[in-house]
Nanobody
């Protein structure tokens, strides 16, 4: 069993930056992929980025060139560096860990981009 906990959300002005962290614990050796999704009010939860156990990354078109996902295997942590933030990036950001066909979600962290 795996648990994930997010941190790092907050309020930032347009054009600013934030870094989200997702720490995994439990049966971490079985994790094959970790990633970030986001959900704005009244909208579905959409993929932002993910990274596989081998380091391959995937990004949503809306964040390519602005967001970077990375991992620190020694700390069992995945990061999402978000630069050039826009008001439309405002959402609750959720971390996920995929083990086989099972997905574990974190509790979410709010990111608000506003002047």
């Amino acid at each position: 069993q795996v648990q994930v906990v997010e941190s790092g959300g907050g309020l930032v002005q347009p054009g600013g930056s934030l870094r989200l962290s997702c720490a995994a614990s439990g049966s971490i050796r079985s994790i094959r992929l970790m990633g970030w999704h986001r959900q704005a009010p009244g909208k579905q939860r959409d993929l932002v980025a993910h990274i596989t156990s081998s380091g391959a990354t995937t990004y949503a078109d809306s964040v390519k060139g602005r967001f970077t996902i990375s991992r620190d295997n020694a700390k069992n942590t995945v990061y999402l560096q978000m630069d050039s933030l826009k008001p439309e990036d405002t959402a609750v950001y959720y971390c996920k860990a995929v083990i086989g066909l099972s997905v574990t979600w974190g509790q979410g962290t709010q990111v608000t981009v506003s002047s």
